[in-house]
């Protein structure tokens, strides 16, 4: 107990480092799709990309494929555009193949929920043009649905497929 004697403060935050440690969840043995979901709510909330980019890489290595409440942390709220150029770098850093395509599909289903299809096709454009992630025929059918059913606009769907086909 001499350690208590020298430096209080300095004794009191390794007790708090060390209380944090063993009040922090441990990683379960059977994770599921909604635990990955909360944790990428959490990273995705709090503005910790490179959290979110781990948990998106981990979930797919354990078998999960992102849901449509993956990014559920994007709200009319705290909408930026940050917070898009933010979620480029992410994806574009997570790994190859399904990891991407997954996450991409995903996060363009979230910003068409959102009525946000000019933001989805920026999100696809710069992910191609740059060629992290080359976009599939069901990576634009939320945006075509969104401009057609929701905003009523055939004219801008018609614009996204003549691009899509360029893609």
Known sequence: MSFLRKSPNKTL??????????????FPDDPTAAY????????GDSGDFHALRDVLNKRIQDGFLNTKITFNFL?????????????VQTLSHLNQGATRRSALDSLVTRLCKLRRADEALRVI????????CAPAACTFYPVLKCLTREEKSLDHARRVVDHMARL
């Open 36 to 43: 990955y979901d909360q944790l990428a709510f959490a990273a």
């Open 75 to 87: 709200k009319d709220t705290n909408f930026s555009p940050s917070v898009i150029d933010n979620l």
């Open 13 to 26: 935050t390794t007790l708090r480092r060390f209380a944090t440690t063993l009040a922090a969840k441990p």
């Open 125 to 132: 454009d710069s992910l191609a043009r740059d060629n992290v």
